[in-house]
């Protein structure tokens, strides 16, 4: 696979030759983000060989949750439902925007579906509430997946 430009995400340059973690450390609009995925213990298997898809939620998405959430889900005991909902952004293989279709469901590791909607350029995952998040960063290439970067934090129904 050829190896595309780097992308601008959070004050640093998203490149390919780094992996999913390695590149969503050095965003600073990825801080919630990647203490998540410290505290679930998912740092491992998103630095494996992939290839994943990953949409990653902003800082701001993750302050849309009601107040506390975020600091309740990183504490010990609450380690399965983090890990459920952070597992619930990240699909098996290498998704670019332009192979995401209309209507489309993709089914995500953790098992529920997310539904993918596009006007226009724009486009916007359902999740299995019936929450929605729009893809604001598309195609962040990484060395084992690609990154999309979302505005809101989406839900599974578990």
Do not use: C, R
Not at 40 to 58: D, R
Not at 68 to 95: E, F, N, R, S
């Amino acid at each position: 696979m050829a190896m595309g430009q780097g992308v601008m995400v959070g004050g640093a340059m998203m490149t390919p030759d780094k992996d999913i973690v390695d590149n969503a450390v050095n965003s600073s609009d990825h801080t919630t983000l990647v203490a998540a995925v410290k505290a679930a213990g998912l740092v491992e298997t998103l630095k494996s060989a992939g290839p994943f898809t990953v949409f990653a939620p902003t800082n701001a998405a993750f302050d849309k949750l009601p107040a506390g959430t975020v600091d309740k889900l990183v504490q010990p005991d609450m380690k399965d439902k983090l890990t459920t909902i952070l597992t619930y952004h990240v699909v098996p293989g290498h998704l670019m925007a332009a192979d995401l279709k209309d209507g489309q469901t993709l089914t995500t590791v953790e098992g529920e579906n997310l539904t993918v909607s596009k006007k226009g350029k724009k486009v916007m995952l359902t999740d299995a509430k019936g929450g929605m998040a729009t893809i604001t960063i598309p195609n962040i290439m990484d060395s084992n997946g690609v990154t999309h970067v979302i505005d809101t934090v989406l839900m599974p129904t578990k």
